[in-house]
């Protein structure tokens, strides 16, 4: 067993039976569940326009060369300096010499998942740079030296008391300070930020081929000031956010904003197409966007998994996912985590370290009824389970276990083979193993063919 599937067991079984943790992501999510319901009211047939949005980002996956040549043409024609790069190591590259040339000593993030895969804070901080998250949730996990929780609400692991001691001790406010409070202390300190910094950073929530542009999607306008107050601005994305037209943007930014908040549409929506232009008076003088892989063509050169390319990181897979439910966002030990993180990893960090994420679903398929964009989840993971075993990655015990139930689910006779008292004392010694330190295998108390046969008397559906 490699050392990331024990540590993920190990923090799975700590995290399910953690009462705290769990009262507050369902009191998070339950405010979440709540909204969404809500949202879902202002669409005449969301089933339609979920169609129509799958639709668009399946053109754009399938005209993918195309509409990348399309987009870098007209980004240059803009003026911005676009870098299509392979590796992290190759964007930290370009960062590092945009710092050069730029003396930057200081920088403002807007969220952005992708800068995660690249640990950009913790790059630039090796830089003697300093930099600042700018969106409430990231800054409240980046003050408490953490990492982003979920893909859109970072913090959903904190209570708001959790939050007022780590303002308490990070900056001195009051110990029981409330969120209005701490939000405008928030506010006053990265206000100052915005006008010293040199380099703003952002990711893009799609990329427009037609207009050569970034489209932004927030609700603070911390992602509008982090590009538009400093005098660099640099955008990375994954060339997987690409759309053909500014036309589709109306319809991708309601379907995101619904199942990512629940709202109608985000406070803040921003298309940023160059630098500030002769005339203008406001925005960066110099603007850059950096598109990486990353893993991402090893994806789109299968038939099955390119399908999670369409992903437009609204968070809803994770939101109704049972199994993130109960072993929270850090047990994944991934960027993504959640049913879409479970598929990417693997890909992005390689299926030896990372390919028991696969199996943390139950298939219930909640997550494939919920997306946007009608990526088929579980189907994915399916194939990513059959990826892992094809590539002789499980263990020998793990392969003799399920060779042995194989052949047990052949011939049902072998279910009945050895004493009620013996299958009771040989699975003793696994128990904890197998089953969890917290709970106690229930004992068995007469062959399987007989509990079969009486549940199904009973009307019981196995």
């Given at each position: 067993m490699t050392e990331k599937k024990k540590q993920f067991l190990r923090q799975a079984e700590k995290v399910a039976f953690d009462k705290e943790h769990r009262r507050k992501i369902q009191y998070n999510l339950g405010k979440y569940f709540a909204a969404v319901e809500k949202g879902l009211l202002r669409f005449r047939d969301f089933e339609k326009a979920r169609e129509q949005a799958s639709q668009v980002k399946?053109?754009?996956?399938?005209n993918i060369d195309t509409l990348l040549y399309e987009l870098v043409d007209n980004m240059k024609k803009n003026g911005i300096e676009v870098h299509v790069v392979n590796s992290e190591s190759d964007v930290l590259s370009v960062i590092d010499q945009i710092i050069e040339q730029e003396h930057v000593r200081l920088v403002v993030k807007s969220k952005s998942m992708t800068t995660e895969e690249i640990d950009l804070n913790k790059f630039l901080e090796s830089r003697d740079v300093q930099v600042f998250e700018t969106d409430l949730g990231e800054f409240i996990v980046q003050?408490?030296?953490e990492r982003p929780y979920h893909i859109v609400t970072p913090a959903m692991h904190k209570s708001r008391q959790d939050i007022a001691r780590l303002y308490h001790e990070k900056f001195g406010t009051p110990a029981d300070a409330d969120p209005q409070t701490l939000t405008k202390y928030t506010r006053k300190y990265l206000r100052e930020k915005f006008v010293q910094a040199d380099m703003g950073v952002t990711g893009a929530n799609f990329l427009i081929a037609d207009l050569g542009a970034i489209a932004l999607t927030e609700n603070e306008g911390n992602a509008f000031m982090s590009f538009s107050f400093p005098r660099v601005h640099v955008a990375i994305a994954g060339f997987e956010k690409i759309i053909a037209s500014y036309r589709y943007l109306s319809l991708m930014w309601q379907v995101l904003s619904n199942r990512g908040t629940g709202q109608s549409i985000?406070?803040?929506?921003s298309?940023?197409?160059?630098?500030?232009?002769q005339g203008e008076d406001t925005g960066p003088e110099r603007m850059v966007v950096i598109l990486f892989d990353n893993g991402r063509t090893r994806l789109l050169?299968?038939?099955?998994h390119r399908l999670a390319l369409k992903c437009i990181r609204c968070g809803a897979c994770l939101n109704y996912c049972p199994i993130y439910q109960n072993i929270g966002g850090y047990t994944y030990d991934a960027v993504y985590s959640g049913p879409i993180g479970s598929v990417l990893t693997p890909f992005f960090k390689g299926f030896k370290e990372y390919g028991h994420l696969s199996f943390a679903c139950t298939v219930c398929r909640k997550c494939e009824e919920v997306c946007p964009v009608k990526i088929p989840l579980p189907d994915l993971l399916l194939a990513n389970r059959r990826d892992y075993v094809e590539q002789g990655l499980p263990e020998?015990?793990?392969r003799l276990v399920f060779k042995l139930f194989g052949m047990a689910v052949k011939m049902p006779s072998l279910f009945n083979v050895g004493l009620v008292r013996l299958k009771n004392l040989l699975i003793k010694p696994i128990e904890g193993k197998l089953w969890s330190k917290q709970r106690n295998f229930p004992e068995f108390k007469e062959p399987f063919h007989k509990t079969f046969s009486n549940s199904n008397k009973h009307g019981s559906k196995m």
């Open positions: 399946q053109y754009a996956l399938d003050q408490a030296g985000t406070v803040y929506n298309i940023v197409r160059g630098p500030r232009r050169e299968h038939e099955e020998t015990g793990e």
